[in-house]
T-cell receptor, first 113, second 114 residues
């Protein structure tokens, strides 16, 4: 059974810092990995999707890497802003079974102005 | 273009009641999935539908059921509500159920069971 863990559970940083969010998964037989942002009580906004054959994806100040063999992904946020405050969720789509997304519990980020 | 729309946005029910949640996918998307998110946790997969057929089911009791209509919209039904069913219910759509497809999520329905 696939399990996804995100560390840290919560993070508070001053504005302007570069930061890294971590995601690990137990079964390396994945099809892809997706990072989402969730604001309180709201739905999920897709940030980056990395296929299993890719090593990284970039969008603006965001960069996500994937090391499938070690079961790890990182989301790098450059020059953080107060508007980045949200919960960041990592989800993997397994290459076997029903191929639904398996989510981690998220990292709650607070960027202080 | 409209994104994934869900209704209602909030709902309060009592134990034992029945609830129906609705979802309209992005125009052109034929696959709809349902997820349950309990406070403080990541979403958990409930169902996936494509072309009106169930393509996947998560580890949820038979009290949970769903269907997809010819216009690709979907309903999630939950019978005999329990306190533990209180959660944010999220609907996601994609062009097809292929594993490479990116999912687009709605804003969810917040269900409170008293």
């Amino acid at each position: 059974k696939q399990e996804v863990t995100q560390i840290p559970a919560a993070l508070s940083v001053p504005e302007g810092e570069n930061l890294v969010l971590n995601c690990s998964f137990t079964d390396s037989a994945i099809y892809n990995l997706q990072w989402f942002r969730q604001d309180p009580g709201k739905g999920l906004t897709s940030l980056l999707l990395i296929q299993s054959s890719q090593r990284e994806q970039t969008s603006g100040r965001l960069n996500a890497s994937l090391d499938k063999s070690s079961g790890r992904s990182t989301l790098y946020i450059a020059a953080s802003q107060p508007g980045d405050s949200a919960t960041y969720l990592c989800a993997v789509r397994s290459d076997t079974g029903r191929r639904a997304l398996t989510f981690g519990s998220g990292t709650r980020l607070q960027v202080q102005p | 273009d409209a994104g994934v729309t869900q209704s209602p946005t909030h709902l309060i029910k009592t134990r034992g009641q029945h609830v129906t949640l609705r979802c309209s996918p992005i125009s052109g998307h034929k696959s709809v999935s349902w997820y349950q998110q309990v406070l403080g946790q990541g979403p958990q997969f409930i169902f996936q539908y494509y072309e009106k057929e169930e393509r996947g089911r998560g580890n949820f009791p038979d009290r949970f059921s769903a269907r997809q209509f010819p216009n690709y919209s979907s309903e999630l039904n939950v019978n005999a509500l329990l306190l533990g069913d209180s959660a944010l219910y999220l609907c996601a759509s994609s062009l097809d159920p292929g594993a490479s497809e990116k999912l687009f999520f709605g804003s969810g329905t917040q269900l409170s069971v008293l």
